[in-house]
């Protein structure tokens, strides 16, 4: 799914309440192009000892050079790489960012699974937990149909190459 965002969208409330809305239980990033004109990155320096460090960058425009992230119903988990004026990128978690001229977000899920989030002891943090999904006859059904469809088109590609004229081969053809 294609999500398309508009300057002044905040993104992040934007893509989580995109999955909420379409009840996506285990969605992830697959790109993301865009600018933003604000955001707040959580550095890598996190850690269960120490406190967060949190950038904040208030009126300066970046290009999103990369947007990933895993999305369930108990959370969120993104990172951002983003770009500035002088090509000097900055990146970390992504709480927060204002959408400058667009961001295109496409959102992807995996069937069959639930992306749930556990508190670590160990990191001291929520946790990815993939767990899976009980089929429904429904999904066996669609499933069923998707086959069959596959099927038939690989059966009209293998006709039609079995009716194409045989092609010569070597350095030119």
Do not use: W
Not at 9 to 29: G, K, N, P, T, W
Not at 130 to 137: A, K, L, S
């Amino acid at each position: 799914a294609l999500q398309y965002l508009v300057p002044g969208d905040e993104l992040m409330a934007s893509v989580i309440a995109f999955c909420e809305q379409h009840r996506l239980e285990a969605a992830y990033i697959a790109t993301c192009v865009g600018s933003v004109s604000a955001c707040r990155l959580r550095l890598a320096n996190a850690a269960r000892d120490r406190p967060n460090e949190i950038l904040e960058c208030a009126d300066r425009r970046f290009e999103i050079v990369s947007l990933v992230g895993t999305l369930g119903p108990d959370g969120a988990h993104v990172h951002a790489s983003l770009a500035a004026a002088d090509g000097q990128c900055i990146g970390g978690h992504l709480l927060a960012a204002t959408v400058f001229t667009t961001a295109e977000v496409v959102v992807g899920t995996v069937d069959g699974a639930r992306f749930a989030r556990v508190f670590d002891e160990s990191t001291g943090f929520p946790e990815l937990v993939v767990e899976p999904v009980p089929r429904t006859p429904r999904d066996l059904k669609n499933n069923r149909r998707r086959v069959a469809a596959l099927a038939g088109a690989a059966l009209v590609v293998l006709g039609a190459l079995a009716l194409a004229p045989p092609r010569r081969r070597g350095l030119l053809g």
